[in-house]
């Protein structure tokens, strides 16, 4: 017994000592480059993990244990080797014997059965109390690595967020989901271990931790099945991150799919023509204290734009693609909204033009709606547009 006890005790040790923040096996004395490299590489490799490799070895041995015994049950009591029904019945009694369920309905009833039975059920209980201690921990593993960033994102149609700021991405989110409620969110960063607990709390949230000129980053993020992938500054207020913001776009541009939109926060303006060739679309991190001096020059106007980017009220700026109004000047357009509007009761102002991905505010009256262009208007959350072309056309 004392063999059994210390095998199984090195067994403990052995499933428990795993290193969490390096489960690979690898030495602590890694270079911080290779602890890097290795953490890559979880993902790809959850299943050569310790944790894994020992949940099998104990269900192995598991299921070894119980054909031994079923076999040497079978024989101890003199069946039949061609007897079917009292194979199933050695199974059976050597199931409830690891299991410790023990109905007794087929006991042993001579010395040499019981003795055999002491040994083996013994070795089988402690086994599969091994089997569920591994199991535990290999669900302990993976929650583990997801909340460290080691996991491939599982969600698809929601959003891919690089480098946010962690003290303002609860807020993010919360607005967000104002707009899109339970919308799937994967934040993408390597300078923090894991989210805070209050983020990785939320529904449908997930973290890929990862080098930005990795592939297996992009792979992991599953940026093709998602539909939006905003990038953050690396460092905000400083101007060299839009080279880092550049290169990211560009290695993106590979993975995403012609329905992934790509937003990049752009630190400097004069940074713009980086990013000419980019399907990428710019929002200025300085928008806020735009938002101020225009507030001074024009009161009022800051809260307005505030309301409508938060969504506070329920109503956003959206943009359109027009289908039946094709040909229409905008003229005609801005009045055939006010009359769709009062005909259909829903809420919808006229905004802007965008025509190649060049905004146009306030167009000119002759300026005319063709199969290139993209009209932004303000409207309710619960907005049909497709209802309210149809209606523009029948009044």
């Keep these: 017994m004392s063999v059994l006890f210390n095998l199984f005790k090195n067994l403990q040790n052995r499933i428990k000592g795993f290193d969490r923040i390096n489960p690979m096996g690898k030495s602590k004395k890694n270079t911080q480059r290779g602890k890097f490299r290795n953490k890559l590489n979880h993902a790809s490799r959850v299943h050569n993990s310790r944790p894994f490799r ?4 104990m269900l192995g041995w598991f299921f070894a244990l119980l054909v031994i015994y079923s076999v040497g049950y079978h024989i101890l009591t003199g069946k039949s080797w061609t007897d079917g029904h009292d194979w199933l019945a050695s199974f059976w009694q050597a ?17 040499a059965t019981r003795i055999y039975t002491i040994v083996v059920s013994t070795i089988g209980i402690a086994v599969m109390g091994a089997v569920f201690s591994a199991a535990f921990d290999y669900s302990n593993f993976l929650t583990s690595l997801k909340q460290s960033g080691y996991m491939p994102n599982p969600y698809k149609n ?47 949230i997930h973290f890929v931790y990862g080098n930005t000129i990795s592939r297996d980053t992009y792979e992991n993020a599953n940026i093709r099945n998602n539909k939006q992938v905003i990038i953050f500054p690396r460092d905000p207020a400083v101007a060299d991150s839009d080279g880092t913001t550049k290169t990211i776009v560009d290695l993106l541009e590979h993975f995403v799919s012609e329905e992934t939109r790509i937003l990049h926060i752009l630190v400097d303006p004069e940074n713009e023509w980086m990013f000419k060739k ?71 102002t006229a905004f802007a033009m965008v025509k190649k991905g060049e905004t146009i505010v306030c167009p000119a009256n002759d300026e005319a709606i063709d199969k290139d262009t993209l009209i932004s208007i303000i409207a309710g959350n619960e907005f049909d547009w497709e209802h309210f072309e149809l209606a523009m056309i029948n009044t």
């Excluded at 020992?54 to 070895?57: A, E, F, M, Q, T």
């Design 54 to 57: 020992w949940l099998l070895v």
């Design 95 to 111: 199931w409830q014997t690891f299991t410790t369920v023990g109905y007794g309905d087929a006991p042993p009833d001579d010395a």
């Design 158 to 204: 929601g959003y891919v967020i690089f480098n946010p700021d962690v003290n303002l991405l609860a807020s993010f989110i919360k607005e967000l989901r104002n707009v899109e409620p339970n919308i799937p969110i994967c934040i993408v960063d390597n300078r923090i271990e894991e989210l805070p607990k209050h983020i990785s709390t939320l529904p449908k």
């Design 278 to 348: 980019n399907r990428s679309i710019s929002v200025l991190e300085s928008f806020e204290l735009w938002a101020i001096i225009q507030e001074c020059q024009d009161p009022y106007s800051a809260q307005i734009i505030e309301k409508l980017l938060m969504n506070s009220n329920g109503i956003t700026p959206k943009t359109v693609q027009p289908q039946k109004i094709l040909g229409w000047t905008w003229e005609r357009f801005v009045i055939a909204c006010m009359k769709a509007a009062k005909a259909t009761n829903q809420s919808c």
